[in-house]
């Protein structure tokens, strides 16, 4: 499989064309909509749908293949033996580092820094997502963590935080103080870019 190229992989998924597109010119249709591989975790239902050969049932099929991508990057990210950063990164990013809208996920850690699970608590605007301690903390006392990352993305792929950014890691942190678990990072993530507080000296 490590020897086939990206359009010819894509046709395994695919599996048949039409009368006037073969499974090939359809998974070259795919790869320049979304520039190559670079956006295919972007692309969307309507998106694969807009393009001839593709209906719902084949777009799915491939929305559920991306789907399964991630949850085998974070398995992979789960049981590795020692907290890695960069891993976390690559993980953080394929989830959540192309979406349109901002995600905020909060990773639960034990004391070991192995990270138990990790919960999506909020999906804002574009722009705006609205983040508040509570929610964050009763998830971590419900799973017993020992310490938490935050995370969310920038859509616009800058990921240089914002005045907003800043002040919601400062009450997250206060909070984090006062409940005993501290928050020993919190990362923006884009596409193929970051942001990490702790890394910066900000936490």
Request: charged share 25%; net charge neutral; aromatic share 8%.
């Amino acid at each position: 499989m490590q020897s086939l190229a990206n359009r010819e992989l894509l046709a395994l998924i695919i599996r048949s064309g039409n009368k006037n597109n073969s499974v090939l010119d359809i998974a070259d249709q795919i790869l320049l909509k979304s520039d190559g591989l670079n956006y295919f975790v972007k692309l969307e239902k309507e998106d694969l749908m807009s393009i001839k050969g593709i209906k719902e049932n084949k777009a799915l099929e491939l929305l559920a293949c991306i789907e399964l991508s991630k949850r085998l990057a974070y398995q992979k990210f789960k049981n590795s033996e020692t907290w890695s950063f960069q891993n976390q990164i690559n993980w953080l990013q394929q989830l959540i580092g192309s979406e349109k809208n901002e995600h905020f996920l909060a990773l639960f850690l034990d004391t070991k820094n192995h990270v138990m699970c990790y919960e999506t608590l909020f999906i804002g605007t574009l722009d705006k997502s609205v983040v508040h301690p509570r929610e964050i903390f009763k998830e971590a006392v419900r799973k017993n963590a020992s310490k938490i990352i935050i995370a969310h993305n920038h859509p616009s792929n800058d990921c240089t935080p914002s005045i907003s950014d800043m002040q919601t890691t400062d009450r997250i942190k206060e909070a984090g103080e006062v409940m005993g678990i501290p928050v020993i990072d919190h990362i923006i993530v884009g596409h193929g870019s970051y942001f990490s507080f702790a890394e910066a000296g900000l936490l």
